[in-house]
Antibody
Framework: QVQLKESGPGLVQPSQTLSLTCTVS????????VHWVRQHSGKSLEWMGR???????SYNSAFTSRLSISRDTSKSQVFLKMNSLQTEDTGTYYC??????????WGPGTMVTVSS | DIQMTQSPASLSASLGETVTIECRAS??????LAWYQQKPGNSPQLLIY???SLADGVPSRFSGSGSGTQYSLKINSLQSEDVASYFC?????????FGAGTKLELK
């Protein structure tokens, strides 16, 4: 069955870099795109960026140049790297499979706290 | 960016009641709209896609409608397990954007 699971540090210091991994199973990264979405304390959801099935990426301009998404297809993993973290980046980060624009499967999410 | 205005922000309803949640896009999104349900502590789950198509395994009491800039999610015969937050999402243009959410509680 389709599964996604995020992993990474729960706590990051301000100005440091966040590194998250999304490990997927039940589908191929070369057939579906995987996106990152974050949520602040149960509030609304914010689309961050995507890894397309052909390896192309695109990002929300709200994150300017501090966001990077990559993948390792041999390990079925998609990576998120975001630098210059601030307290406003505290929240739950999800990876989700996208099908024709909508998200049909989501990971359980990983909580990230930015604090010294 | 396309702005998604969702209403109401919160809603209290009784078991068996019918509830409607609205979403308005800042421009025409050509039915490229999805609805998600999120229960506390869980990730969002897809309910409706393409404005009115029911996702696999979703009870038929959920339905979506709308076109252009105006969309709605209707829940018939409200059940206790429907207590959750609901979000709309447009996928007509990047960046994909979501509504602010509607928190549904039992009266």
């Amino acid at each position: 069955q389709v599964q996604l699971k995020e992993s990474g540090p729960g706590l990051v210091q301000p100005s440091q870099t966040l590194s998250l991994t999304c490990t997927v199973s039940g589908f191929s990264l070369t057939s579906y795109s995987v996106h990152w979405v974050r949520q602040h304390s149960g509030k609304s959801l914010e689309w961050m960026g995507r890894m397309w099935s052909d390896g192309d990426t695109s990002y929300n301009s709200a994150f300017t140049s501090r966001l990077s998404i990559s993948r390792d297809t041999s390990k079925s993993q998609v990576f998120l790297k975001m630098n210059s973290l601030q307290t406003e980046d505290t929240g739950t980060y999800y990876c989700a499979r996208n099908y024709k624009g909508y998200f049909d499967f989501w990971g359980p999410g990983t909580m990230v706290t930015v604090s010294s | 960016d396309i702005q998604m205005t969702q209403s109401p922000a919160s809603l209290s309803a009784s078991l068996g009641e019918t509830v409607t949640i609205e979403c308005r896009a800042s421009e025409d999104i050509y039915s490229n709209l999805a609805w998600y349900q999120q229960k506390p502590g869980n990730s969002p789950q897809l309910l409706i896609y393409d404005a009115n198509s029911l996702a696999d395994g979703v009870p038929s009491r959920f339905s979506g409608s709308g076109s252009g800039t105006q969309y709605s999610l209707k829940i018939n015969s409200l059940q206790s397990e429907d207590v959750a937050s609901y979000f709309c999402q447009q996928y007509n243009n990047y960046p994909y954007t979501f509504g602010a959410g509607t928190k549904l509680e039992l009266k």
